[in-house]
């Protein structure tokens, strides 16, 4: 575990063991109660990926972090941790006003409210309506929407950005979305890209 506050690291415990019972509840749910009850998991990136980004964005020193899909706020907090240490700031989009609450309630908790912008609102309308331009994207909401979300927040990004995106690998079922977005990446020849193998699988590219 990298050094990180007490109050951060508390949270992040609370979460952990959140995403341990999750689990083992899920394995008990048959495919459809699991969609039904989609909306009660946190869905997170994982330990893995929470602590990649943290580092990540810590040492290429982003300070406009967008993050598209909020859920109940874990990867917010590994984003808004780098943000508080770059002088930045993370602007999380999210459509559910109750997870937006539960994920601003976790970053008062862990002292990083401040550094965090929470959107409530559909993500199309809000990378839309954004007049900020972003060094650091994840991309990790409904896999529908990553190809609308990233021609919108393209001509956004500034030279130099990283971009990533999660569940490239993992689950199958989102394999074809997975597939056209690291196509829509290498087709604009505007990245370096590469596909890591760690939690779901996190497509990070790199704006020339
Ligand atoms: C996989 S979860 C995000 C997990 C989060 N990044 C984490 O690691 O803790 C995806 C989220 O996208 C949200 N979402 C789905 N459609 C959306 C939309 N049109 N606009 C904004 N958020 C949306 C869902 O409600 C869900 O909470």
């Given at each position: 575990m990298i050094k990180i506050d007490n109050k951060i690291e508390n949270v992040l415990a609370e979460y952990h063991q959140r995403i341990e019972a999750e689990d083992i509840l899920v394995q008990t749910l048959s495919h459809e109660e699991r969609n039904q009850r989609l909306?009660?998991?946190?869905l997170p990136v994982g330990e893995e990926v929470g602590m990649f980004i943290n580092n990540l964005a810590k040492s290429a020193n982003s300070n406009t972090i967008l993050e598209i899909g909020t859920s109940y706020g874990y990867s917010t907090i590994w984003l808004a941790e780098a943000a508080k240490a770059n002088g930045g700031k993370v602007i999380t989009l999210e459509i559910s006003p109750e997870k937006a609450a539960y994920a601003r309630q976790k970053a008062e908790d862990a002292g990083l409210a401040e550094f965090i912008d929470f959107r409530v609102g559909d993500a199309i309308e809000s990378i839309t309506n954004a007049t900020e331009t972003f060094d650091f994207v994840l991309v990790d909401v409904w896999k529908e929407l990553y190809l609308p979300c990233f021609d919108l927040f393209f001509p956004k990004l500034k030279t130099g950005a990283w971009v990533l995106a999660d569940n490239m690998i993992f689950p199958p079922h989102s394999l074809p979305e997975a597939i056209a977005y690291r196509n829509r990446i290498r087709e604009t020849n505007a990245f370096d890209t590469v596909l890591m193998p760690i939690g779901s699988g996190i497509e990070v590219s790199f704006l020339k």
């Open positions: 909306n009660e998991f946190l």
